[in-house]
Antibody, heavy 120, light 107 residues
Framework: QVQLQESGPGLVKPSQTLSLTCTVS??????????WSWIRQRPGKGLEWIGH???????YYNPSLKNLVTMSVDTSRNQFSVNLRSVTAADTAVYYC????????????WGQGTLVTVSS | EIVLTQSPGTLSLSPGERATLSCRAS???????LAWYQQNPGQAPRLLIY???NRATGIPDRFSGSASGADFTLTISRLEPEDFAVYYCQQYGSSPTFGQGTRLEIK
């Protein structure tokens, strides 16, 4: 059974960097055939795709966030991470990591999500 | 950016009834890249349908997807109590986007 688990600080100060890690179990990131994505959901709002990374390190970011986002992958730990710079209160959201099929581009396994609040 | 517009915003139905949820794309998209998700409060979204009409693993056959041009439809043939949730469509054109959601509530 594929499982994903987000981890990281639940509180970040404005203008600082939000950093989260997703640990994958039940599947190997380095096997290929899948992208590994980050998606967020602001309180009471819809879903926003942040970007994805492939095991090779290739990335693709949401154009609206690409100047602020960096993703990385650690295949030895079966983890991938996201950094979001210069955060504001508008970045307060539940952040999900998800496995992404690279043929049909759907998100088939999701983490439970982690709430990150941006506040001083 | 391709915008997905879901309608209605809220749908009030009773168990046993048929639900029809719509998703319209601002540009023509390949139906291969259209998926539907169900989200319950406090939970992550769950994949229902991908590639326009393929059910994900473990999804009951009362859920079905279809397309006509830039219009996509999720149909739930007979509503069960556990089906009342928020539903999102999602596309992958140049960049993935989600619709704003349809809330399916008990009438």
């Amino acid at each position: 059974q594929v499982q994903l688990q987000e981890s990281g600080p639940g509180l970040v100060k404005p203008s600082q960097t939000l950093s989260l890690t997703c640990t994958v179990s039940g599947a190997s990131i380095s096997r290929g055939g899948y992208y590994w994505s980050w998606i967020r959901q602001r309180p009471g709002k819809g879903l926003e795709w942040i970007g994805h990374i492939y095991y090779s390190g290739n990335t693709y970011y949401n154009p609206s966030l690409k100047n602020l986002v960096t993703m990385s992958v650690d295949t030895s730990r079966n983890q991938f991470s996201v950094n979001l710079r210069s955060v504001t209160a508008a970045d307060t959201a539940v952040y999900y990591c998800a496995r992404t099929d690279w043929n049909y581009y759907y998100f088939d396994y999701w983490g439970q999500g982690t709430l990150v609040t941006v506040s001083s | 950016e391709i915008v997905l517009t879901q309608s209605p915003g809220t749908l009030s139905l009773s168990p046993g009834e048929r639900a029809t949820l719509s998703c319209r794309a601002s540009q023509r998209i390949t139906s291969t890249y259209l998926a539907w998700y169900q989200q319950n409060p406090g939970q992550a979204p769950r994949l229902l349908i991908y590639g326009e009409s393929n059910r994900a693993t473990g999804i009951p056959d009362r859920f079905s997807g279809s397309a006509s041009g830039a219009d996509f439809t999720l149909t739930i043939s007979r509503l069960e109590p556990e089906d009342f949730a928020v539903y999102y469509c999602q596309q992958y054109g140049s960049s993935p986007t989600f619709g704003q959601g349809t809330r399916l509530e008990i009438k």
